[in-house]
């Protein structure tokens, strides 16, 4: 049982869209990330995810709408659902997702990250 300093945490990367893994509970993985720029469309068949804004803010585009996030707020994709994050500056995130998530969901691109580093 270690506290984990957030702040301490983000200075460790500076690269985006590259979550790290920084804590575990009940079959999830508490992720960290930096997100700039505009990421993939996907969605993850079996898995729902969650997005904290720890820093800055995240625009997150459906099919059907767009929904900004800023600071301190979060939002649930539930599963199944298309949708594409962009960051028009750089965004710092929490994301509470099941460890069997791949960030590019159902994509394979240069974007996706296999194998998580912890930190």
Not at 58 to 68: A, M, N, S
Not at 70 to 78: A, L, S
Request: aromatic share 10%.
């Amino acid at each position: 049982m270690n506290k984990i300093n957030i702040t301490d945490k983000l200075a460790l990367f500076s690269d985006f869209w590259n979550p790290r893994i920084v804590g575990e509970l009940n079959g999830q993985y508490v992720k960290l990330a930096k997100f700039k720029g505009e990421f993939t469309w996907h969605k993850h068949d079996n898995e729902d995810e969650m997005f904290w804004i720890l820093q800055g803010n995240l625009k997150i585009e459906f099919r059907d709408k767009i929904v900004e996030i800023v600071e301190n707020e979060f939002i649930i994709i539930p599963k199944g659902t298309e949708h594409k994050p962009v960051a028009e500056k750089e965004v710092s995130v929490m994301l509470f997702e099941p460890k069997s998530t791949l960030n590019t969901g159902n994509q394979q691109n240069n974007l996706t990250c296999e194998q998580l580093e912890k930190i």
